[in-house]
């Protein structure tokens, strides 16, 4: 049985102001974005699930929701068997600790206010009884963990760099011991240089602990490297999902290629596959019926405007696509 | 701006080193630094007032009435034969608690609405917000006149004066930074970590807007201690035999003409000096607090 298993998820936010009270009278339903239409994907204990696509395709609202910081409006979230969308708050409380997040940008999510003690302290404050040294005991070696020595301990969020910061947030979220880590755009905010050392620090965690992670990025090749499975996301739904080394090499959906294709590579002489979309992605209010690739896909055929079926191409590689 | 580019390593939190930088930053802002003195010094006279007075602030003496000031009235005697400067150092304890006292009720009431009004988006926020508009729509002094003469000029009375008409500034600015600061990721870090509400509320947001409500209550007690002298001076505020600032210069206005300046002249210009130095406070405190400047802090 997978460690997490999302299914069917669907979130919405109702449309507010002037024009969205307009279409209400013209359509005769108040407008939502579907911001997350339909997902299901399963993590396995110990792996790590990418989940790529452009900005504003919904995957971070998946992460979000995951993590309760939305509701979602459909669907299902189980966490080793337990159903998470049907637990009240004290319930779903008492799963924080083996529910963590990450979030993008180092700087915004620590409190200014606390030191990097008390931010990693803070959790096992709230969810275990351990006495006062044992918690910093137990702080002290989640910081020597993520790389972080203890002279920086007393410090404040101002006085690290971007690269420690982030090292303070992976350790405040490894503090309890979580059993599924969200990383949420880890690295986007970081140098190159930094990247690379935290995307290590990610990995020697997740294979020392046991870890499973549910990675976002749209950064291709830090997503080949990191994950085992991955899931391409477009415009809310999932497109296609296949093992990392699968995907990577016979992308089926013409989303994942066109992703693919942008990706720069440090050979002149390279063969590449001159994939390009036209346009824009679409506003998640207005979703075209059928392939919501429709209108920007260079191999588009009438069939398209179809209901798009889901299949399976290879062992555990699924595309939703009527050409494949 | 030259310490910005200062390595965070100035900053590795050793006494003595941090110590520096605040006398530094001091030595820089000397008008806010000599206005802080002049509040401490006041505040202090007035603690000590019955030490540091040289006279009985309410002894009269039917020979000693209306002298100038000499050696041994520093600031002269009014009508009754007080020594105007104890009156005006006893007064400093009535004045000064009412500022306090004022600006600390203000900002408890103030913050705690206001924190409330920005989490509780909705109905919650309207209906209170509409409250704020409306007594922030009457002039603050006319209310603040209102309120004495309907409840009768007692030192609560004109403390509560003071409060009411204050809790709106207080009410935005809190409702507005937590408006802000809910937004910040670290909020959501907060409630992933699994606080409770309240303890995102007092752990989270709360201190997160302290600085501009710490300058904000500032430049306000010097606004609150005008507001009381001006009560005062009317005959709504604190009334005679108390020494008062306020009351004092308009028993001292009546003298004008006949040639003792010095009766109203030394109240005012305690009301002038202590708001002038609130203020100065007030904007040194905004300097310091300033986000930018947290690296030198």
Redesign the interface.
Known sequence: MPLCEVQDLQVRFPLRGLQAWLRTLKDGAPPVVRAVDGVSFAIEAGTTLGLVGESGCGKSTVARSLVRLVEPAAGSIRLDGTELTTLDDDAFARVRPSLQMVFQDPTASLNPRLSVRRAVEEPLKLHTDLAATERRARTDAVLEEVGLGADLAERYPHELSGGQRQRVNIARALATNPRLVVLDEPTSALDVSLRARVILLLEELRSRHGLSYLFISHDLATVRYLTSRVAVMYLGVIVEEAWTAELFAHPAHPYTRALLAAVPVPDPDAKRDPFVLSGEIPSPIDIPAGCRLRARCPLARPVCAEPVPVREIAPGHRVACHLV | MADIARP?TS?S?SLPASLRLIGLRLRRNWPSATALAIIVLMILAAVFAAWIAPYDADATSAEAALQAPSLHHWLGTDVYGRDLLSRIIFAARVDLAVAFGATALALAIGATIGAISGLHLGWVDLIIMRCVDSVMAFPAFILAMAITAALGNTVTNVLLAIAVTQVPIYLRLVRGEILRIRE???A?????????PW?IVF??LL??CLPPIIVQATLAMGYALLTMAALSFIGLGIRPPQSEWGSMTAEGAQYIVTGEWWLFLFPGFAIVLMVLSFNLVGDGLRDFLDPRM??VR
Request: charged share 25%; glycine share 10%; proline share 14%.
């Open positions: 965070p900053s939190a910040m990721e670290y959501d870090a907060a409630r992933v970590v699994g606080n409770p303890r752990v989270h201190p997160n947290r690296g």
